[in-house]
């Protein structure tokens, strides 16, 4: 049995929270927020997760360092938004090689780092992993067969938290590509909003489909230009991720994209799903990531002239429609 402690209470952290506490372990959760602490404390449940219980074991605290101290490994369930902040609340608690494991998603737009940079940055003598994959909340907390892939700087590392979160009902694999990984978490949910978006819209299935598709694209060319190993894009942190968020309603991404198709701006759309919508985030950072790295992202452009420039979705799409003609895919050679 391990000692986890699992630093957010959003609804991902409170359904990892479920999943380890089924696999035997004993986990602590942190909230910053007092409110949410007396209701996971005395509700044993969260307000966005009804019906989902905390086991009794679970213990709830606000003190961070407690949360640190008492952990054999941490799990950084932190919206993208604070990462960076919690980090460095935390650094001082945290012992050298104490395993810190990013679960959240995202871009700091004011560096255009990776969550675990930010982390590795602030707390240098931390082993910093990822876990990432098409994993609802709303689905791992209800014991539905889920699949995720776990990053981490060693196989050893690897193969010890594909051990902890394994179960008959989470599936884990191990993988070396720590910013593939990461990279595919971000960025497809910039590519939902898309896919919402067209849904708001009224578009139909043909294109969803080519939002994914040529999503992929967009993403695999960027991270690659960045030095990630392509098959992750086309793995489970990269197309198994972009398929399940372009296409649920448990999506925020989608939801937040379905409202601005239908001519909310993107501040109401944001109200409206009431939950971190980390594509708005990470939408600025993708788009100066591809500047940087000279890599056409044109999906990810129209998203940005949507949200902070005031496009008109349907021009948007018929912008995309009308680029000029080009081969599918460049690397194919003609007989």
């Given at each position: 049995m391990a000692k986890i402690s699992m630093i957010g209470a959003g609804t991902w952290g409170i359904g990892l929270t479920v999943l380890l506490s089924n696999n035997g372990h004993q986990v602590?959760?942190?909230?910053?927020?007092?409110?949410?602490?007396?209701?996971?404390?005395?509700?044993?449940?969260?307000?966005?997760?009804?019906?989902?219980?905390?086991?009794?074991?679970v213990a709830v605290t606000?003190?961070?360092?407690?949360?640190?101290?008492?952990a054999d490994f941490l799990v950084m369930a932190v919206a993208s938004v604070y990462t960076r902040t919690v980090a460095r609340q935390m650094a001082s608690y945290v012992p050298e090689g104490m395993i810190i494991v990013d679960v959240a998603k995202g871009i700091e737009e004011s560096t255009l780092m990776t969550l675990s940079r930010q982390i590795s940055q602030e707390i240098p003598q931390a082993n910093v992993a990822v876990l990432s994959g098409p994993s609802h909340a709303e689905e791992v907390s209800r014991r539905m067969p889920t699949t995720c892939v776990v990053g981490a700087k060693n196989r050893h590392t690897a193969e010890y938290l594909q051990k902890i979160f394994m179960s008959d009902v989470f599936r884990v694999y191990t993988s070396p590509d720590m910013l593939g990984?990461?990279?595919?978490?971000?960025?497809?949910?910039?590519?939902?909003?898309?896919?919402?978006m067209a849904d708001g819209l009224g578009c139909g299935d043909n294109t969803k489909a080519a939002l994914i598709t040529r999503g992929i694209a967009e993403m695999a060319r960027l991270a690659t230009a960045m030095g990630a190993r392509p098959e992750t894009l086309y793995g489970l942190s990269g197309i198994g991720d972009l398929i399940v968020t372009c296409?649920?309603?448990?999506s925020r991404n989608r939801r937040a994209g379905i409202l601005i198709g239908k001519g909310y701006t993107m501040e109401a759309a944001m109200k409206e799903v009431n939950m971190v919508?980390?594509?708005?985030?990470?939408?600025?950072?993708?788009k100066a990531?591809?500047?940087?790295?000279?890599?056409?992202?044109?999906?990810?452009?129209?998203?940005?002239?949507?949200?902070?420039?005031?496009?008109?979705?349907?021009?948007?799409?018929?912008?995309?429609?009308?680029?000029?003609?080009?081969?599918?895919?460049?690397?194919l050679p003609w007989d």
């Open positions: 602590t959760i942190w909230s910053a927020v007092p409110a949410e602490v007396e209701m996971l404390r005395s509700k044993r449940e969260h307000k966005n997760l009804p019906g989902v219980k905390l086991a009794d074991s606000e003190d961070l360092e407690e949360a640190v101290k008492g990984i990461e990279l595919g978490g971000a960025l497809k949910n910039v590519i939902a909003l898309a896919a919402g296409a649920s309603m448990h919508v980390e594509g708005v985030y990470s939408a600025k950072a993708a990531l591809a500047e940087k790295y000279q890599v056409e992202m044109p999906i990810v452009e129209q998203v940005n002239q949507i949200l902070f420039y005031g496009k008109a979705v349907r021009d948007a799409v018929r912008e995309l429609m009308l680029r000029d003609k080009t081969i599918e895919n460049p690397m």
